[in-house]
């Protein structure tokens, strides 16, 4: 067994801790009941390999969106401010604005770096695909929801490893982090933010996909209807709790394609409520 080392404060938090009475509690939590060891499991090494290209894809689009920020904030300074424009055609514009400055050898590295880190990302996106429509057929059933791209595809099916380890599909909502944590006590039962356990990288996936679907080019569905609802409601970041929310019933709907291996029906429960009026 492998135990969870942040949810044994029962060894890290010992005034006393050595080897000796670490491997001691260790061995009386496995005798007394394994699972408050609460055991993990590695995934397999080509499994770590194919998610390899994914984390290194996300370090660079992290730099990427560093060197951009710094770029913007130091001309701004100097009372130059950089036209908004997506990323892609960041280091066009800015050539354009810096043109004729005093500015523009200095800045031109950083353009020149961000060209490089753009072509790099391009080839593990390509990378990506191909590893996904080699080795993973199951994205494509994933790949059917609007918004759902090779990246978050792979990246869930890599994440899960084997669908049927969830007997409930909406247990993969916690396994992600994007349900609320919890601290009840008797009467009291705190309103907390979502736990944020799991492989955050995918729920930060799972969230982008939502914050498209619920968007303005978002595609009219099942998915889009049920976060607007709950954004229509109002009150303290209605909006917030609607992308959460979202992208959790994302996550459950590409668990439950994956497990049928069913067609996505975009407007099921719209039609099926039409039916019942008829």
């Known amino acids: 067994m492998v135990a969870n080392a942040r949810k044994l404060r029962a060894i890290y938090t010992n005034d006393r801790k050595c ?85 523009f050898d200095v800045v031109e590295r950083s353009l020149k770096t961000l060209e490089a880190i753009d072509q790099s990302i391009k080839e593990y996106e390509k990378h990506i695909r191909g590893t996904a429509a080699k080795h993973y057929q199951e994205t494509k059933l994933l790949e059917q929801i609007p918004g759902v791209g090779p990246i978050t595809s792979l990246s869930f099916v890599l994440a899960v490893g084997d669908p049927q380890r969830f007997k409930d599909p909406r247990d993969v909502g916690a396994y992600f982090g994007l349900v609320p944590r919890r601290d009840q006590s008797g009467d009291t039962d705190k309103q907390l933010p979502i736990s944020k356990a799991g492989n955050s990288n995918m729920g930060r996936l799972l969230v982008q996909c939502a914050q498209y679907i619920l968007g303005r080019f978002g595609p009219d569905c099942d998915l889009r209807d049920y976060g607007l609802r709950l954004a229509a409601r109002g009150g303290k970041a209605a909006k917030k709790k609607a992308v959460i929310a979202t992208a959790r019933k994302l996550g459950v709907l590409m668990l439950v394609l994956w497990k049928s291996g069913q067609t996505y029906e975009p407007m099921r429960n719209c039609t099926a409520n039409e039916s019942a009026a008829a």
């Open 19 to 103: 080897d000796m009475l670490d491997a001691r509690m260790l061995a009386k939590l496995a005798r007394v009941d394994p699972e408050l060891l609460h055991p993990i499991e590695h995934c397999c090494e080509e499994n770590q390999i194919h998610r390899m290209a994914i984390t290194l894809r996300d370090s660079l689009v992290r730099q990427r969106v560093n060197i951009i920020s710094s770029i913007r904030c130091t001309l701004k300074s100097l009372g130059i401010r950089l036209p908004a424009c997506a990323t892609v055609y960041f280091v066009k514009y800015c050539r354009q604005e810096l043109k004729g400055s005093p500015f």
